[in-house]
């Protein structure tokens, strides 16, 4: 009877680790969506993209019929990914290649991607005829930044109110968190007062903010990527009231809130996640 009691309590604490770890894993954290061929990863902005090649007719070496297999699957593999950063929401409505097509510069996400990024394979598959499929992992959070960063409509500097001293030190949270049923993410995000006016967007960080778009984006839990992202210190959290396109409304008494416990910095770095439930 000792015996089975023992083995009952060694199988509860295994179980027991096992779920919790589980529970754990980073990847649970991540905001992935699936795209054409593959997955972009909202939290990290890496690219998970196959690419498929077929050797050049004119190759009989089996090693050089490959190799121009896995060429062809690497600038396949590079034109997919400029038709998915293109698809990518900027705001509203609005997709990167309308944004771009309208300023008349519709190879501006093709001048971005270079085939020289690619070169991170995770997965690979040869047929009986040479063709390949080739799987690489990208990091695009760089050409992500650029396209924010040329779509974005940055306003004149306004004069900065003079703020107290006294006031601003004793602002204590560094990130804020905004909580959210679900979502579509966008490059663009905002965030409003029920008002309607302004809280965040890209405009107020600028250059200087820590994510390559408006915001980071986490799901379910921020634990993660606050630790692969710097963003230490505390955090404030709050709800969305109401999602209404790319804008993020939450209640007034959260504007005040976040007014007077939000120190500066998260701001001018960006220190924003928005966490989705879903």
Do not use: H
Request: with cysteine; aromatic share 10%.
């Amino acid at each position: 009877m000792r015996k089975s009691l023992k083995r009952i309590f060694f199988l509860f604490v295994f179980f027991s680790f096992f779920s919790l770890s589980a529970a754990e894993k980073p990847e649970d954290f991540q905001f992935v969506k699936k795209v054409t061929d593959g997955t972009l990863n909202y939290s990290t902005f890496e690219l998970s993209i196959t690419g498929n090649g077929i050797a050049e007719t004119n190759v009989t070496n089996l090693n050089s019929a490959r190799i121009t297999a896995e060429k062809a699957a690497q600038a396949n593999a590079r034109l997919k990914a400029v038709k998915i950063l293109s698809s990518l929401v900027l705001s509203g409505k609005t997709t990167v290649k309308a944004y771009f097509d309208e300023k008349n510069q519709p190879d501006f996400v093709e001048r971005l991607v270079n085939a020289a990024d690619f070169k991170e394979v995770t997965y690979e598959r040869f047929y009986s005829n040479s063709s390949v499929d080739v799987t690489y992992k990208v990091d695009v959070s760089g050409y992500v930044r650029k396209i924010a960063e040329a779509a974005a409509e940055w306003p004149v500097p306004a004069e900065e109110k003079g703020e107290a001293a006294s006031d601003e030190s004793a602002k204590t949270k560094s990130v804020l968190l905004i909580n959210v049923k679900k979502i579509e993410p966008a490059l663009l995000i905002s965030v409003v007062d029920e008002k309607g006016e302004k809280i965040y967007d890209i405009s107020v960080a600028g250059n200087g903010r820590k994510s390559p778009s408006s915001v980071f984006f986490a799901r379910k839990k921020a634990d993660y990527l606050l630790e692969k992202a710097g963003l230490s210190g505390e955090t404030i959290s709050v709800n969305a009231f109401k999602i209404t396109e790319s804008k993020i409304v939450i209640k007034n008494s959260d504007a005040e809130k976040i007014r007077a416990e939000l120190k500066k910095e998260c701001f001018s770095e960006g220190r924003i996640v928005v966490v989705s439930a879903e």
